[in-house]
């Protein structure tokens, strides 16, 4: 009977240690920033503004919610998501766009200071609002496709639409991976902050 037991314990031991085995060998999760939108290397010497910078207040971009996730999707058909295996956001992919953005943005409007929370006892002069409807990364073309609408309001009582429109942005990846999507996204967050400090060039 202690003989039997012995050897129908075996397999299973066997079992355990293989799974404990394939476990050790998997390769680790790779987590996944925005890639800087503003280099770190020390600009060129620019003429500091004249005068108290206006203050425009700024709030996080809209990104689709089906982009709303810890696991990094991509488009894989017209209707159909799929996600990249094993790589997910360090971050909440909102937060990281946000701060990217208003990084690029910052970057465009030296003569303005973005306020982000609270703006109101800042007396702001406008008002600025982005969403991107459309963010997709088609893994197949290895381009992200995004649409962005950018709204410039006055900050009156009964706030009016000074500046606003719709864009449509195609940038193509370097490679087939998780990382290139990154980085499509963090060169889709430069142009529309580029387009948005246009915007408010614009406005009376």
């Not at 996600?83 to 303005?112: H, S, T």
């Not at 962005?148 to 449509?168: D, H, K, N, Y």
Request: with cysteine; glycine share 6%.
């Amino acid at each position: 009977m202690t003989v039997l037991k012995r050897w129908t314990a075996w397999p299973m031991h066997a079992a355990l240690a293989a799974l404990l085995a394939g476990c050790a060998s998997a390769p680790p999760p790779m987590l996944l920033t925005l890639p800087p939108a503003v280099s770190s290397a020390p600009a060129a010497a620019m003429p500091a503004p004249t005068g108290t910078p206006r203050v425009l207040a700024v709030g996080r971009p809209e990104i689709p919610e089906y982009l709303v996730a810890r696991r990094v999707r991509y488009r894989a058909e017209a209707s159909t998501l799929g996600e990249w295996p094993d790589a997910f956001w360090a971050e909440r992919i909102e937060v990281g766009v946000g701060r990217e953005f208003n990084a690029a943005l910052r970057e465009r409007l030296p003569g303005w200071r973005l306020c982000e929370a609270n703006c109101s006892e800042q007396s702001p002069a406008a008002s600025l609002q982005v969403v991107l409807t459309r963010m997709d990364y088609v893994r197949g073309e290895r381009r992200l496709k995004a649409s962005a609408r950018i709204m410039l309001w006055s900050t009156e009582r009964v706030p009016r639409l000074l500046q606003g429109g719709g864009f449509e942005y195609d940038i193509a990846g370097a490679a087939d991976t998780p990382q290139s999507q990154a980085a499509t996204v963090t060169e889709l967050l430069r142009r529309v902050a580029a387009d948005a400090a246009a915007a408010v060039a614009k406005a009376p």
